[in-house]
């Protein structure tokens, strides 16, 4: 009896080691996982308002979709390294379009190739049949993209495939018919974004089909019938069409559809751009309002930038900011590339002309510090923070930012021109491509005397919205160490708003 009692004493002190060493473990696990957050998004150069993944590649923004009070952003990423690679959708969440939150991969490559970009949209109606027990599927709509095909020379090599989600988007299954929609001999056959065009209860996809847009239609999402195709004799042609948007905006009670469609090369200031169309669509053709070219972001780092779907009325549009001319190489280490600010869309008219305005979407307030008014010699910039002040549309002004390096980032506008400028040619790090110190400038729409400005500043980046996000320009640089200095020419005070980093 005395033995068994022991034996038991023993067996008892064996497990209490066991669960205090599993503990320990435990501890030290989530203690480094947490030293890791820490240091993963504080690295040099690491935004601190705009989303990146913790490590790795990231392009285009892919599948944005809202639903149940969550922004779902899954975005092209290749998990095994800091260039472009074999494409998986990586995914983050966030409830107010600032605080993210990266979620395992959504989908990885197949037989069919690999995962580029597309959308998601919440199938209400289950049009698709894959909704089960009343639960509402999310259908993803992506190209994918078959290196084999490619190298053996053929042209059909990107073709349209969907998967569904009936965990409100946070796993995924890829439809066992794949692909959805083949291939007619198109070699850039891709980037569906779908919307559901109530008026005639189907559908339609607008797909990037090298030089110009070809619209589908479907019922279900799975059987798509071509309905027309625009664009090869207008815009921008300066390379290949890419990751399309067609949706509805209202501007003075009337409805206009805009047709946004990215390009590269050929944007504005070199390399990719995102150029738009303001016109009609009527559930088969769009038809443009004239004939004008106009891009959405002037600036040289915003690409792919598309729209959230399943937001009602308001439309909030994210970019890639960076550009293909240099976005394998620019200097940071651990992660390659970052998302713009979220931007709420709104068609202003400016001199006659009806113009597509983005402005950082209201959110961006929740992260606001107390805001303050500065002057030039100022000397204790933050890390990120929004600088707003007023300036003349007759004279010159501009902001310098500067570092104890002697690097500078200036910020202007040039009022012999008209136009808004941001030079980043001593910025710090820019020997990495050629293009890459080359001046940016965007054209001035407003006539109004006073111009409103609002730049938006990260670790990395800024991001410049004037006269109401009429012009728009986004830039990086990669600066030795903070630029804390600031120097105004013809400007006396500006008023900074310091903003909380979202990681
Ligand atoms: C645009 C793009 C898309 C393509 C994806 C591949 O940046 O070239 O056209 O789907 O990137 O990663």
């Given amino acids: 009896m005395e033995k068994a009692t022991n034996n038991c004493k023993k067996v008892m002190k064996n497990k209490l080691k066991i669960l205090t060493l599993t503990l320990s473990i435990l501890f030290v696990k989530i203690a480094s996982a947490q030293t890791n957050e820490a240091t993963i998004y504080h690295e040099q150069f690491r935004p601190q308002l705009h989303f990146s993944p913790k490590e790795h590649w990231v392009n285009d923004p892919n599948g944005m979709v809202y639903f149940k009070g969550i922004y779902h952003l899954f975005f092209q990423y290749y998990p095994k390294g800091t260039t472009w690679g074999p494409m998986h959708w990586g995914h983050a969440i966030s409830k107010d379009l600032m605080h993210w939150q990266e979620l395992p991969i959504a989908l990885y490559p197949d037989s069919l190739g690999y995962i580029f970009s597309g959308s998601a949209v919440v199938d209400s109606n289950n049009t698709s049949g894959f909704g089960k027990n009343g639960k509402i599927p999310l259908i993803a709509i992506f190209t994918q993209h078959d290196p084999k095909g490619e190298q053996a020379g053929k042209d059909n090599f990107q073709n349209e495939s969907i998967a569904y989600s009936l965990d409100d988007g946070y796993t995924w299954t890829k439809y066992a018919n794949n692909p959805v929609l083949m291939n007619p001999g198109i070699r850039d056959f891709r980037d569906p974004k779908v919307m559901w065009y109530a008026q005639e209860k189907k559908w339609v996809m607008t797909l990037a089909t090298k030089d110009h847009i070809t619209f589908y239609s479907s019922p279900n999402l799975k059987d798509w019938m071509k309905e027309s195709e625009f664009g090869k004799e207008l815009g921008a042609h300066g390379g290949?069409?890419?990751?399309?948007?067609?949706?509805?905006?209202?501007?003075?009670?009337?409805?206009?559809?805009?047709?946004?469609?990215?390009?590269?090369?050929?944007?504005?200031?070199?390399?990719?751009?995102?150029?738009?169309?303001?016109?009609?669509?009527?559930?088969?053709?769009?038809?443009?309002?004239?004939?004008?070219?106009?891009?959405?972001?002037?600036?040289?780092?915003?690409?792919?930038?598309?729209?959230?779907?399943?937001?009602?009325?308001?439309?909030i549009?994210?970019?890639?900011?960076?550009?293909?001319?240099?976005?394998?190489?620019?200097?940071?280490?651990?992660?390659?590339?970052?998302?713009?600010?979220?931007?709420?869309?709104?068609?202003?008219?400016?001199?006659?002309?009806?113009?597509?305005?983005?402005?950082?979407v209201n959110q961006l307030g929740s992260i606001a510090k107390k805001a303050e008014d500065i002057s030039s010699g100022y000397s204790n910039l933050p890390n990120q923070y929004i600088l707003k002040f007023k300036a003349l549309k007759t004279s010159n002004c501009a902001i310098e930012l500067l570092n104890k390096a002697g690097e500078k980032l200036v910020i202007g506008y040039d009022s012999k021109n008209g136009k808004f400028y941001i030079d980043r040619s001593k910025s710090g790090t820019v020997n990495f491509n050629p293009e890459f110190a080359k001046i940016s400038y965007a054209p001035r729409f407003s006539g109004n005397q006073v111009i409103d400005l609002t730049l938006v500043i990260d670790a990395s980046s800024v991001e410049l919205f004037a006269d109401k996000g009429t012009t728009v320009m986004t830039s990086v640089f990669f600066p030795s160490q903070l630029f804390n200095q600031i120097y105004l020419q013809s400007l006396k005070q500006i008023q900074i708003v310091p903003l909380k980093s979202i990681w």
Wanted: net charge neutral; proline share 8%; hydrophobic share 35%.
């Fill in 240 to 315: 290949v069409w890419e990751c399309p948007d067609l949706f509805p905006l209202k501007f003075n009670n009337k409805t206009y559809w805009v047709l946004i469609v990215n390009l590269n090369p050929g944007g504005p200031n070199g390399g990719s751009g995102t150029q738009y169309f303001v016109g009609n669509f009527n559930g088969h053709t769009f038809t443009p309002a004239d004939n004008e070219l106009r891009w959405l972001d002037y600036g040289p780092d915003e690409y792919a930038g598309v729209t959230w779907g399943n937001t009602g009325n308001r439309k």
């Fill in 317 to 360: 549009f994210l970019g890639w900011m960076s550009n293909w001319e240099y976005a394998g190489v620019v200097p940071t280490e651990k992660w390659r590339n970052a998302m713009t600010i979220p931007r709420e869309l709104a068609l202003k008219q400016v001199a006659g002309r009806l113009l597509l305005a983005s402005q950082p």
